[in-house]
């Protein structure tokens, strides 16, 4: 092993008021024992009556008291190891002359070590009393110091060959805000080296210290590998920290003081985080992001992350986030509670402006997958991947009173969203092949008959801004066997070869809405409402090539509504009259007539309907081989509508009620109507 000759300087000697957290702060996260974990050790104060002269070659040497080196440096023989019994040492430095052994729990501030020496074994086992960590509340230069102490036992223990550094017992602020800029916050963060297990504790508390800078990161993972961080209290400073304006060194105003994080991962590979609980974060609890500008992945050199887990943790009051995945591949949530982001009221001055506080500020989700994209014109072929993100598992978490929303993935492809509890709404916008299955999704009671349950893919954008066509990102995204409850809408679908199946959407204002999506197959899902005039399911704006079947609709209202769909959109060359919607095979029931207005290319298709239908202002719309049985309306009525198609149909009617209507119908409609028949 490499001499080492690490010398740390006793600080301060302070009284202080101890200060303890309450014990319905801490948040049980299943911490459960290893080996290496520390107990509740008392220290013998009692000086040694022995020195650690005449020690023998490959002898053991037992400390059960407080060894007082008294100034001196100390040679160990060759092979001599120093057991730990209650005791440390203090005041001098040992230094060891081959292959020497000590228990980490002996070492102290004030003592140095140098020569041929590792640990007992790989844990470092850190005892806060030993290394001048004072606990409770205190000024910012102590907050500082014991930061800048715990870096430095950290650094040591990797010196010394530990890959698993063990705190229990501890409560203590740390200074973070410190600087601005420099390579993953050089001065401001408690970083974590490569090869290393940070392993805390219920009782192990690291809090930020309040401060007034709009950026800091408590423990940061800088372009690292194999770095797990298991149990521990992680409490940023959101109810303490000081909003004030603030501009940075550009000038720039950063008053939103939304950067703070209690966990950064950047540029690193194979990082864990399993049974932490993180809380009340100024930003965002943890950010899964990128290196910097020097970094980005416009760089060839650049590193990101990959292999990155979030396990089994509680992530609470986010002021911005809860997470943030900003670039990686390879990410996995897993088994987490994941909740109370962004809450708290907005608030304004005289004239509009927000006047930011503890309060959440945008987009306050649960998780925000949302890397950082430029275009080099108006379309999707000249992006610009500064950041990145791809092949992200959310699985099994449990999402509580996020203030706007569950799940939002702006960006990213390959983003599975699986077995999860929600309630408040899952979204996709920008996403390629990316699922979210097998989710419960039923709104609280302050989001109930608001928001849209499930949002898939994206919107259609312009290539550019006169005169453009339509271009589509998002496709081959799947939505299946979730369930979604209490929402206004149950699910919007956008983007393009879709597949959205076995889904059950109950007592939503709206079940499913289809807009600017083409090549989509809907197919085995049911809407159920009993929220008075829902509607089953609505087409808006445009689509092409959808294909709805195998479908059960029974709500309060209207089973299908269109009012404007596939007509020409100004500044835009897009043709849409050849564009194609088919329902075929499905139950649908309803209390209201249903009603296609100014719509083109619509197609009913051996269907069991209970309800009569309207057809208005409308082209080509096909009414063809459906078997109707309604009470007191007429089965179909055609206004206003051309080259339309109402054959071979069944209609059970009550007496009075013709079966079909043909009004106000223009010279030339080229309607069709033929073969349907009365029961």
């Known amino acids: 092993m490499d ?27 299943g911490q459960e024992g290893e080996d290496g974990n520390t107990p509740d050790e008392v220290i013998n104060t009692q000086p040694c009556d022995f020195k650690l002269t005449n020690l023998s070659s490959n002898s053991k040497k037992t400390i059960d008291c407080t060894l007082d080196l008294q100034g001196e440096t100390v040679s160990i023989p060759d092979g001599v190891e120093l057991v730990f019994n209650k005791g440390k040492i203090i005041n001098g430095k040992l230094n060891f002359t081959s292959n020497g052994i000590i228990d980490s729990r002996l070492l102290t501030s004030s003592v140095s070590i140098s020569g041929d020496v590792s640990l007992k074994n790989n844990y470092f086992n ?46 203590a602020y740390f200074k973070i805000g410190i600087e601005q800029g420099g390579r993953g916050l050089d001065k401001d963060a408690i970083h974590l080296p490569s090869d290393f297990h940070l392993k805390m504790t219920n009782d192990t508390f690291l809090r930020v210290q309040p401060f007034k800078i709009p950026w800091g990161v408590l423990i940061s993972v800088f372009e690292k590998n194999n ?72 760089n060839p050199n650049a590193l990101w992350n990959k292999k990155i887990s979030i396990e089994n943790c509680v992530i609470d009051e986010g002021r911005r986030n809860n997470i943030s995945i900003t670039d990686g591949e390879d990410i996995t949530i897993k088994n987490n509670q994941i909740k109370n982001t962004g809450l708290g009221e907005v608030l304004r001055d005289d004239n509009g402006n927000i006047i930011y506080n503890s309060s959440g500020t945008n987009p306050k989700y649960g998780i925000d997958i949302e890397p950082y994209i430029e275009y080099s014109s108006f379309n999707f072929d000249s992006a610009i991947k500064y950041e990145w993100v791809e092949n992200v598992s959310i699985d099994n978490n449990t999402f509580t009173n996020n203030q706007n929303g569950s799940i939002i993935v702006f960006t990213g492809d390959k983003v599975n969203i699986n077995g999860n509890v929600s309630d408040h709404s899952i979204a996709q916008r920008h996403t390629r092949r990316s699922s979210i299955t097998n989710n419960t999704i039923e709104a609280r009671d302050n989001v109930k008959g608001t928001r849209i349950g499930i949002q898939t893919s994206d919107f ?56 600017k999506a083409e090549d989509v197959e809907v197919f085995d899902n049911t809407y159920t409402s009993i929220e008075p005039n829902s509607a089953g399911i609505i087409f808006g704006v445009y689509s092409n090539n959808i294909k709805i079947h195998d479908e059960k609709v029974d709500v309060e209202g209207r089973f299908l509504f269109v009012n404007g769909f596939n007509r020409p959109i100004p500044n835009l060359t897009n043709d849409f009259s050849s564009y194609t919607t088919e329902i075929s095979r499905c139950v649908l029931n309803g209390k209201k007539t249903s009603r296609i207005f100014n719509a083109v ?39 206003e509508s051309i080259n339309s198609t109402i054959i071979n149909n069944n209609f059970t009617l009550t007496d009075s009620y013709e079966l079909i209507e043909m009004k106000n119908i223009p010279s030339g409609a080229n309607n069709t109507v033929s073969g349907n028949t009365r029961n």
């Open 3 to 29: 001499k080492i000759n690490i010398n740390f300087k006793l600080y301060l000697v302070l009284l202080i008021t101890c200060f303890s957290c309450s014990k319905d702060e801490v948040i049980n996260v």
């Open 601 to 639: 290319g619509i197609s009913l298709i051996n269907n069991t309907i209970n309800t009569g239908l309207e057809i208005i202002k409308s082209d080509r719309i096909k009414f063809n081989q459906n078997t109707i049985d309604a009470k007191n309306v007429t089965g179909v009525i055609v206004d």
């Open 227 to 298: 770095v797990t961080i298991t149990g521990g209290n992680l409490i940023g400073d959101r109810f303490e920290h000081d909003y004030s304006p603030y501009k940075d060194a550009h000038g720039i105003s950063r008053d939103t003081h939304e950067w703070p994080t209690l966990i950064t991962i950047a540029g690193s590979e194979n990082i864990q985080v399993n049974r932490t609980n993180l809380k009340a974060s100024t930003g965002d609890c943890i950010v899964i992001g990128a290196v910097g500008d020097e970094g980005s992945r416009t």
């Open 460 to 515: 259609r954008l312009y290539t550019d801004f006169v005169g453009g066509n339509l271009q589509q990102y998002a496709i081959e995204n799947h939505v299946g066997n979730n369930t979604v409850k209490g929402f206004a809408t149950g699910m919007k679908v956008f983007g393009g070869r879709a597949n959205i199946s076995q889904n059950k959407v109950i007592d939503c204002k709206v079940g499913l809405i289809i807009e």
């Open 126 to 171: 850190f005892l806060p009393d030993n290394w001048n960590i004072i606990q409770g509340k205190v000024s910012d230069e102590i907050a500082n110091t014991n930061k800048e102490n715990l870096q430095k036992v950290i650094d040591l223990s990797k010196d010394l060959g530990a890959t698993t550094f063990v705190i229990d017992k501890l409560d």
